[in-house]
């Protein structure tokens, strides 16, 4: 329970931040997944628009500090090595 007016409003600035970087996340792990079923099915095409947009997501999440830099890279790479192993 906060005991002053400063207390309050940080408690009130963290609600908001930690729904937005849920919001984030979630979108993030969509992105993720929506690249890899469009790897499993074999449309080149249609993988490279998704693996780009997944990326360009990740990217602004970590210039946003949802992620740390180190993790954006760390999850840019994994993916691209994942979709390149499924489309072969």
């Known amino acids: ?3 002053n007016l400063s207390q ?3 408690n009130r600035q963290n609600d908001t931040r930690r729904l937005r970087n849920k919001a984030i996340k979630s979108e993030l ?3 993720e997944r929506a690249a890899l ?5 074999g449309d080149a ?3 490279a628009e998704a693996l780009r ?3 360009r997501r990740i990217d602004r ?3 946003k500090g949802v992620l740390h830099p180190n993790n954006a890279a760390r999850r840019n790479a994994r993916l691209a090595s994942r979709v390149r192993a499924l489309l072969g």
């Open 53 to 55: 947009l997944a990326q």
């Open 29 to 31: 792990r969509t992105r």
């Open 45 to 47: 095409e249609a993988t």
């Open 1 to 3: 329970m906060a005991n």
């Open 8 to 10: 309050e409003k940080r």
């Open 37 to 41: 079923e469009a790897a499993e099915t």
């Open 61 to 63: 999440a970590a210039a």
